[in-house]
């Protein structure tokens, strides 16, 4: 049995998002149901709307997205322990995964090979052809994917923790990122803005890159102890051979070996940012120095629900614009041009006006 709830919709790769009706199922006795209050605007909702990653992920149509959702339960299933009706809760960009597999007995969910991805998924429970995300009124998702949201966070600036939170928070939790370290971030948006309050909360000596120099100010508030303009060679030159550690958020096609130049013997530079155009890498900027080149994808549920606790402790929370949903065809737009400071979260309040 479903029900059904507002949401805003894509009905093509080229056409605006707009209002209509999509179904959800009723809860079963391992759901949590919950009305969404607010859910972030991620570049990976643009990519996908647009489907510019046809090659590995073609959307089907009409795509629903959103996966930075924070929401109040409504109804939880007779087998439901973790959540009530009531609490403040939240969902990433999982909400399903097989748990047998090596990697899900890991707490690795975002790397099971069955995953289902908040939206844009084959939907296992049938309620319609793939899963709908967050930019509608409700949603129900089994309660292993569901997070806690610790007390004193503001849930507005709480919904970019589910995706460009957890996203820049691993890697650099399993590069080791602390005190001693100088690490750079490339990028200065959603996942970028994020990656900065970490590295500068766990202590390293961090350095952001960007193309916009009017976000020079920001990015020092942000906790960055130097800005680069990344399009000066000149500063770029600076930084050569000096780096432990970069996370590269870039959206768009970017020459990373700039970057890769950047990374001081053995260092690393992790690419989140997920442009649809193959990057070109030189050998000789991994060889010299022996540099690596890795990627990262979200990360699992405990350390999701780690990230927002260590969170909740630190009084870290992302910077937003709140947009009401009728504004989100103008948030693209915007998103495209790097004018955003520094996550569209949009008040799903807004969806009662149509
Ligand atoms: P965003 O808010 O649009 O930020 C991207 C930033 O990249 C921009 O603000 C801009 O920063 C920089 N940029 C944009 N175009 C550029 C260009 N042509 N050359 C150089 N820099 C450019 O996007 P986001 O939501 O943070 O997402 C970033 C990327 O990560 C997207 O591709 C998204 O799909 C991906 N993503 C990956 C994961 C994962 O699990 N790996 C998770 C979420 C998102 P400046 O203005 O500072 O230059
Ligand atoms: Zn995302």
């Known amino acids: 049995m479903t029900y059904p709830t507002k949401a805003y919709a894509a009905e093509s790769a080229t056409s605006p998002l707009a209002s209509t009706e999509i179904p959800r199922r009723d809860p079963t006795a391992r759901d949590v149901q919950?009305?969404?209050?607010?859910?972030?605007?991620?570049?990976?909702?643009?990519?996908?709307?647009?489907?510019?990653?046809?090659?590995?992920?073609?959307?089907?149509?009409?795509?629903?997205?959103?996966?930075?959702?924070?929401?109040?339960?409504?109804?939880?299933?007779?087998?439901?322990?973790?959540?009530?009706?009531?609490?403040?809760?939240?969902?990433?960009?999982?909400?399903?995964?097989?748990?047998?597999?090596?990697?899900?007995?890991?707490?690795?969910?975002?790397?099971?090979?069955?995953?289902?991805?908040?939206?844009?998924?084959?939907?296992?429970?049938?309620?319609?052809?793939?899963?709908?995300?967050?930019?509608?009124?409700?949603?129900?998702?089994?309660?292993?994917?569901?997070?806690?949201?610790?007390?004193?966070?503001?849930?507005?600036?709480?919904?970019?923790?589910?995706?460009?939170?957890?996203?820049?928070?691993?890697?650099?939790?399993?590069?080791?990122?602390?005190?001693?370290?100088?690490?750079?971030?490339?990028?200065?948006?959603g996942l970028g803005h994020m990656g900065v309050k970490f590295a500068h909360a766990f202590g390293a000596h961090t350095v952001v890159f960007t193309t916009s120099p009017n976000k020079k100010e920001d990015a020092l508030r942000l906790g960055a102890d130097e800005v680069v303009v990344s399009r000066d060679a000149n500063e770029m030159a600076k930084h050569a051979g000096s780096f432990d550690f970069l996370l590269d958020t870039v959206s768009a096609d970017h020459d990373v070996n700039s970057f890769l130049n950047l990374l001081a013997h053995d260092g690393t530079l992790t690419l989140v940012g997920a442009p649809s155009k193959p990057l070109e890498v030189s050998a000789f900027a991994l060889l010299m120095g022996r540099r690596k080149l890795s990627g990262s994808l979200i990360g699992g549920i405990a350390e999701t629900q780690e990230m927002l606790d260590f969170c909740g402790r630190h009084e870290i929370a992302s910077d937003v614009e709140v947009i009401p949903i009728q504004k989100v065809n103008e948030a693209y737009e915007r998103l495209v041009r790097s004018d955003v400071k520094y996550r569209f979260v949009i008040d799903m309040a807004s969806l009662a006006r149509g």
Not at 81 to 93: E, F, I, N, R, S
Not at 104 to 130: I, K, M, S, W
Not at 132 to 144: F, K, Q, R, T
Not at 163 to 170: L, M, N, Q, V
Request: hydrophobic fraction near 35%.
């Open 34 to 189: 919950i009305e969404i209050l607010f859910c972030g605007i991620c570049h990976s909702d643009l990519h996908q709307v647009r489907d510019e990653w046809s090659a590995f992920m073609p959307t089907t149509y009409p795509a629903v997205v959103g996966h930075e959702i924070v929401g109040r339960v409504t109804k939880v299933g007779s087998g439901v322990t973790k959540h009530a009706p009531g609490d403040l809760v939240a969902v990433g960009c999982l909400v399903d995964s097989d748990r047998t597999c090596p990697q899900c007995r890991d707490h690795l969910e975002n790397l099971c090979p069955n995953g289902v991805f908040t939206y844009n998924a084959p939907d296992q429970h049938g309620t319609a052809p793939v899963t709908y995300g967050g930019y509608s009124g409700s949603i129900v998702v089994d309660e292993h994917f569901v997070l806690r949201v610790p007390k004193g966070l503001d849930p507005a600036r709480t919904a970019p923790l589910l995706c460009a939170g957890i996203t820049t928070y691993s890697p650099m939790r399993r590069a080791g990122v602390g005190k001693g370290q100088k690490v750079g971030v490339v990028g200065l948006g």
